[in-house]
């Protein structure tokens, strides 16, 4: 067994914050089997200045481009550094970052995440991983969803996990996972759009308002990428294109538009989980028996949204399982920590299941410390006791 404390940095599409959990991984080289258990998190609002050039970064010039490119990569190291220091936390092993994501074009062959890794590396004592999507995107794939990468690791007991992040996304313990739909991404924006004041709409508050308009609702249903095979990705790019022109708040009132777009949302995930219990059920992976699902996400604590799916498979065979707040809100933070040590222990991080890329790859920028003296010992020590123990588990079986 072997322990590793590494911080994990998530920043969603919907503009929430930069999400920070230090976590503690222990890991079995026999089964890669782990286990996880966050020390500490917390959630850092962005301001307004940083949220708006985040928000347009898809329309700036080059320059301008490279120049927030620069910033976020400061803003990711200070930010974690002031974690660190307000809890007196002096021992770590490794961070990584997600990254924010602009300009996701898989089938056009590119992605791209905000945040200088070297940048953000000039401010740590420990190596920093980056840079998760592109070389699946290289390699043929969409370069998302990468989280049923660690969710295959790291929660094994749940049969299937949602996340309702900025996009509602599935994952089948790394055996397939895909994009759902948009969730929160255009939810907070009709929230905003409501109340200037509020980030969200909390506990489905103003959609309890509204009323469901038929029209809308069918022409979001009706939308091409729903009828697509897996694997598949939304990017902020289609949905400003083919979702947000649908929600007209000149025609309609907010809580109506909320209140359908919620609906869809419900129903986007209902199919999903029909298809992913049919997929289960015709690869052998699971018996006739009550699948355990897993959600969490920010959408989570959408109460409305929540009772709406619940009813929609009342009479399936599916049991939503409660998670702590933690793993609700941090579920993304933590998984890109492991992601980034699986990279440092030169393990597959990213599944060709899931994002249809040519093979499983190690995926990750690995960014040194300040420091010419730093080794990668720790990391190394295990990652060849890994390879041996498979080397002579392997000749013992021929």
Known sequence: ?????????????????????????????DTDIWSYHVLESETIKYDKSLEDRLRHAATMTAEDFIKLHIDYGHFIGQQVIDFLNAREILSVDFAASH????????????????????????????????????KDVALGGQGAPLVPGGEKHLFSPNDICINLGGIANIGLKGEIGYDVCPCNYVMNRLAKLYDNNIEFDKDGEIAKQGQIIQEIFEQLEALPFYTQEPPKSIGAEWIESYVLPKLDTTKYSTPDLMRTFVEHVAARLETALKDSKRWLMENGSVSRRKLKVLVTGGGAFNTLLIEILKNKIKNSEFELEEADNETICFKEALVFAFLGLRCLLGQENVLKA?????????????????????????????????????????????
């Open 99 to 134: 990254g924010h994501t602009i300009l996701h074009q898989p089938n056009d062959g590119y992605t791209f995440q905000l945040g200088d890794g070297e940048t953000t590396a000039s401010y740590f004592n420990f190596p920093f991983v980056s840079n998760f999507r592109t």
């Open 354 to 398: 899931v994002t249809g890329g040519k093979c499983d790859s190690i995926s990750g920028s690995i960014h040194r410390p300040m420091g010419s003296s730093f080794t990668l010992s720790k990391f190394d020590k295990f990652y060849f006791e890994l390879r041996r123990h498979r080397s002579i588990s392997c000749s013992s079986q021929s």
């Open 1 to 29: 067994m072997a322990s590793f404390r590494g911080i994990g940095c998530m920043s969603g599409s919907s503009l929430d914050g930069l999400d920070i959990c230090l976590v503690e991984f222990t890991g079995d080289k």
